[in-house]
């Protein structure tokens, strides 16, 4: 299998199969809105709800599986979480009430993806240290591939099937790839009798294996100045993954076009996240975290004044890029600050805050949708947001700046 290849790049073929194939099913929400909300007669905002318990969930857990993942190592705790996704899919299904989607899509699926995401991303950053930036681009344009591919393939089910035959079907295809890609986790190059990067020698082998503790992590500024900049512009960063499809239909474009956009913000992110990782190792992990914090604001400004398909178009691509490099980038620069012993804890602590931006954006626009009848106030807030985040990534110092401290 791959003689003379580093194993690393499997741990990374891996991560990338299992966040395709959570994040996959986590941003095709858009495919099921209508279907839900016609067969349920609820509102807007009633629907978003399932998105929100789901986001807040999988990002809130991190907290949880990040440490039991540097403990126990990330494959039995990925593979739990393939199962729970299966499982909420094929609950869902079978939903008479949306209180029981909030339960199964929402909460199943919401915690799988928690068990998911931090301990796969986590267990790479002790594989690389010269590539971390690179490998972990590549590893997390899965996120950008199921983004890309996932909502047509959805969309298409639930033309065929319905929505409660494209649920079984996602079902049936996450359990059987993910755990199969979950086998490939091995928590360290050690275990292998290998080096990080595939080095000959044992050149940064301190590095993967060591790091600052979890409690001295939540005493410092850096950390926090990172939490918060994350937790404000996640307040308007999942609204256009539940909210962008609605408004392009009600302006006038065909709901298949309209699909395409989450598609697009798919491609995007993929381009960013396999690309911008490996500039940032050689330019600067730091500045470029800054960089796609100051795009994502500028484009949350360009989607208020975008009404035509092909500015919703520019607006979802760029989106995507900017929004794909920063998820690449951040494992990568809290590494840099905290060591890459307890990272999937940092993460997992970390992305605590994205959960409540993830809980209250896209709820709070589809209620001030409801309420308006349009989605101008929602996204001026989202925008709003993320130039406030700018204002407060600007204050982080550097890795070097802030050690020689």
């Known amino acids: 299998m791959g003689r003379g290849v580093f194993f690393g790049w499997f741990v990374v073929a891996a991560t990338f199969t299992v966040l395709t194939l959570g994040f996959g099913v986590a941003y095709s929400f858009a495919s099921f809105f209508d279907g839900l909300e016609r067969d349920f007669q609820a509102s807007r905002g009633d629907v978003s709800l399932v998105f929100s318990i789901a986001g807040f969930l999988y990002f809130s857990l991190g907290a949880i599986s990040g440490p039991l993942s540097d403990r126990l190592g990330a494959r039995p705790v990925v593979a739990f979480g393939i199962v729970l996704i299966a499982l909420g899919l094929l609950g869902s299904s079978f939903a008479q009430n949306l209180w029981q989607v909030y339960l199964t899509y929402g909460a199943a699926v919401g915690v799988g993806i928690g068990f998911v995401y931090v301990p796969s991303v986590g267990v790479l950053q002790r594989w690389f240290v010269r590539r971390r930036g690179f490998a972990t681009g590549l590893a997390v344009a899965g996120i950008g591939v199921g983004t890309l591919v996932a909502p047509p393939i959805c969309g298409a089910l639930v033309e065929a099937l319905g929505w409660r035959g494209a649920f079984q079907v996602l079902a049936a295809a996450t359990l059987i790839i993910g755990l199969l890609a979950a086998r490939m986790l091995v928590p360290n190059p050690a275990a292998r009798g290998l080096y990080p990067d595939g ?207």
Do not use: C
């Not at 499809?245 to 913000?265: M, Q, Y």
């Not at 940032?280 to 484009?299: E, K, Q």
């Not at 620069?333 to 804890?345: C, E, H």
């Not at 807030?381 to 406030?388: G, H, K, P, R, Y």
């Open 199 to 405: 080095d000959g020698t044992p050149v940064g082998e301190a590095a993967s294996l060591s790091g600052m503790s979890l409690g001295a992590v939540l005493s410092s500024g850096p950390f926090w100045l990172l939490f918060s900049s994350s937790t404000i512009v996640s307040l308007g960063l999942f609204v256009p993954f539940v909210h962008l499809v609605k408004f392009s239909v009600d302006h006038g474009h065909d709901e298949s076009w309209a699909i395409l956009l989450i598609s697009l913000i798919g491609a995007g992110s993929m381009s960013g996240r396999l690309t911008l990782g490996g500039l940032a190792d050689r330019f600067g992990r730091h500045r470029a975290v800054i960089t796609m914090f100051l795009g994502m604001a500028l484009v949350q400004g360009w989607w208020f004044f975008s009404t035509s398909f092909w500015a919703l178009a520019i607006y979802a691509v760029f989106f995507g890029l900017f929004y794909g490099g920063y998820v690449a980038l951040a494992p990568a620069l809290a590494a840099d600050y905290f060591g890459a012993k307890n990272v999937s804890g940092i993460l997992g602590v970390q992305y605590s805050g994205t959960a409540v931006g993830n809980l209250v954006g896209p709820v709070a626009a589809g209620f001030a949708y409801d309420a308006t009848q349009a989605y101008d106030l929602p996204i001026a807030l989202a925008a709003s947001t993320a130039f406030l985040a700018v204002a407060v990534i600007l204050t982080l110092p550097s890795p070097e700046r802030w050690r020689r401290y």
